[in-house]
């Protein structure tokens, strides 16, 4: 079994006849615009792209161009994500965005390769470095068993599961087994995510306080990577230097933040995980303006008053230190947040900032939902994180002061 990060890589698939490539595609989708904004990227190739086409342009441009309905792994919140495959043969360009279309594709079901793609297909991630998390075995019978995972560790009524799928010569995936490996952290809501962030494998640590920081670190590392796309993004539609230079040292406050975050993870017994950000084109102003209205206008809004709140109530020593220089960042950070959102506005349609408004009304909405759930006693304590009241109630001052 290989692997191209939490996805299966594409070769050793027997498909008649054989297309020039076959690629999956990320797919990431705003659906209050009108029509809705999305984009897409290649996850996993094999293949070379309209090799045999006789017009290589409109093919490699259909191929930008697709947008199938359904998905793979459809996840949704005010972004919807979700993954398909798409083939090139000659002119034609076509997408495989389901389990009975891949099935299709495949055909009988012959090497372990496509046992895994068809086990992804049926909701599953994988994962080449854990065994727990991602295997392959050939049976006697000819039919193959799959390991994989469901599911995620952060937010409200989340678990990662591990399940066993039997994958058929006929393409049938049918389930045998599913365990849960880790109950999920309600209280995973803080900092500015990046477009492309692949979903990292579970902490293992036993340690609550070590969980909470292993995944803070893992989202701080990750909004590295987001400032770091934010500045280039200002540069391309004509930000300036101001917003730009800001986006770059809010990036390098992100670094320090990790290290410290990383740090009190592993006191804890803790190892954070690197993040996977897939490489993605810059995006149209629109896109831009619409992930910054949702993580940065709301969710680093809140990140950034809950750190204060983390150096006021946490009884660590250690904690509130790093607390203390971590809400200053951040209430810096969401600052920028807010200065682009008034740079943008004024340069988008009435449709476009009302899509802004709606996108931010439902990322307030999923925090909500969030912060309702309380979270383990030890880190109301030892991290300072607020009961749900309180979280609450701090959500309802930004909503009257800010997104009203």
């Known amino acids: ?74 996840e949704c919140g005010p972004v919807c994500s979700d993954r398909f495959l798409v083939t ?61 995972t469901q599911g995620s560790t952060c937010g409200k009524d989340t678990a990662l599961t591990q399940h066993v799928v039997k994958v058929f010569p006929s393409g049938e995936v049918r389930e045998v087994e599913r365990y849960v490996l880790k109950e999920g952290d309600p209280n995973c809501t803080v900092g500015r995510r990046p477009v492309g962030l692949q979903v990292a494998d579970a902490c293992e640590s036993t340690d609550v306080l070590g969980q909470y920081f292993a995944e803070a670190a893992h989202l701080e590392a990750a909004s590295v990577h987001a400032f770091l796309r934010l500045r280039e993004e200002l540069a391309l539609h004509g930000a300036g230097p101001d917003l730009q230079d800001a986006a770059r040292r809010s990036a390098l406050d992100e670094v320090l933040h990790t ?33 910054n209205a949702v993580e940065g206008c709301v969710r680093e809004t809140y990140g950034a008053l809950l750190a204060h709140h983390q150096a006021l109530h946490a009884q660590d020593a250690e904690v509130r230190e790093a607390m203390v220089r971590i809400a200053a960042d951040e209430t810096r950070h969401a ?17 476009e900032r009302e899509a802004l408004r709606e996108a931010q009304r439902q990322a307030v909405a999923l925090l909500r939902s969030q912060l309702a759930v309380p979270p383990d006693a030890g880190l109301i304590t030892a991290a300072g994180l607020p009961t749900p009241e309180v979280a609450l109630s701090l959500l309802d001052t930004l909503e009257q002061e800010l997104w009203a």
């Open 1 to 74: 079994m290989t692997c191209d990060g939490y996805a299966p890589s594409l070769g050793g698939l027997t498909i008649s006849p054989a297309p020039d490539l076959i690629q999956l595609r990320g797919r990431e989708k705003y659906l209050s615009g009108e029509p809705p904004h999305f984009w897409t990227w290649p996850v996993a190739s094999q293949g070379q792209p309209c090799a045999t086409a006789t017009d290589a342009t409109a093919c490699q441009a259909a191929l930008e161009a697709a947008d199938p309905i359904g998905g793979l792994h459809y």
């Open 88 to 148: 090139t043969r000659g002119d034609e360009v076509k997408t495989y965005p389901t389990l009975e279309s891949i099935q299709g594709l495949l055909g009988t079901v012959d090497t372990q390769q496509e046992a895994v793609l068809l086990a992804f297909a049926a909701g599953n991630k994988l994962s080449c470095t854990e065994l727990e998390h991602g295997a392959v075995k050939t049976n006697e019978d000819g039919t193959f068993n799959v390991i994989g």
């Open 259 to 291: 290290d410290v975050t990383g740090r009190i993870a592993r006191r804890f017994g803790a190892t954070p995980q690197r993040p996977v950000v897939a490489a993605l084109p810059l995006r149209p102003l629109i896109d831009v303006a619409l992930d």
């Open 335 to 351: 600052g920028l947040s807010w200065d682009i959102d008034q740079w943008v506005r004024p340069r988008l349609s009435a449709p």
